[in-house]
Antibody
């Protein structure tokens, strides 16, 4: 059974870089698409972007080019970097898989809370 | 960008009664060449990630009880719980995956009356 697990610092200082990793266990990262989605009380669920196991990506323009995503097929994981964070980036961050159902997300990690604060 | 509008924001229904959640997209999410609506419904319980219930607007995920049904096409969609059970207390979200940036509705909180 495939599981996803997000990992990374729970606290990030303003103006610094948020870095998260999603490890895929029990299955292969290929040939799927993978998303990052975040959830905050004020903005609900927000799609950050997705990437293909080959490395191609699509990002939400609302994040103004602050997002970088990467995949490491040898380690079966993918990552998210969000630069120049502010308090507005405080949220639960989820990684999720696109299943065989268009780009809906059939498998999610448990989520990790990232707080941006000095 | 496509904006997803859900209503109502919250809903209280008696056990065994019907719950109806509406979702509207700011433009069509129907791909006419395939006749597929690029809409998903998710259920989220406190402390858990969202769970995919429906995709292509009307197709239930494996294991989802048949009391859940999806309908609609184009820009107007509905998730119906035909006979509300205690296990259905949750927040429900619609999502369009027709065009990036993919977007979610603000959610409908379903409670027991």
């Amino acid at each position: 059974q495939v599981h996803l697990q997000e990992s990374g610092p729970g606290l990030v200082r303003p103006s610094e870089t948020l870095s998260l990793t999603c490890t895929v266990s029990g299955g292969s990262i290929s040939p799927y698409y993978w998303s990052w989605i975040r959830q905050s009380p004020g903005k609900g669920l927000e799609w950050i972007g997705y990437m293909y196991y080959s490395g191609s990506t699509e990002r939400n323009p609302s994040l103004q080019g602050r997002v970088t995503m990467a995949v490491d097929t040898s380690k079966n994981l993918f990552s998210l970097k969000l630069i120049s964070v502010t308090a507005a980036d405080t949220a639960i961050y989820y990684c999720a898989r696109h299943g065989d159902y268009g780009d809906s997300n059939d498998l999610w990690g448990p989520g990790t809370l990232v707080t941006v604060s000095s | 960008d496509i904006v997803m509008t859900q209503s109502p924001a919250s809903l209280a229904v008696s056990l065994g009664e019907r719950a109806t959640i509406n979702c509207r997209s700011s433009r069509t999410i129907l791909l006419t060449s395939t006749n597929k609506n690029f809409l998903a419904w998710y259920q989220q319980k406190p402390g858990q990630p969202p769970k995919l219930l429906m995709y292509w607007a009307t197709t239930r995920m494996s294991g989802v009880p048949d009391r859940f049904s999806g309908s609609g096409s184009g820009t107007h969609f509905t998730l119906t719980i035909s006979s509300l059970q205690a296990a259905d207390v949750a927040t429900y979200y619609c999502q369009q995956y027709f065009a990036a940036p993919y977007s979610f509705g603000r959610g409908t909180n379903v409670e027991i009356k």
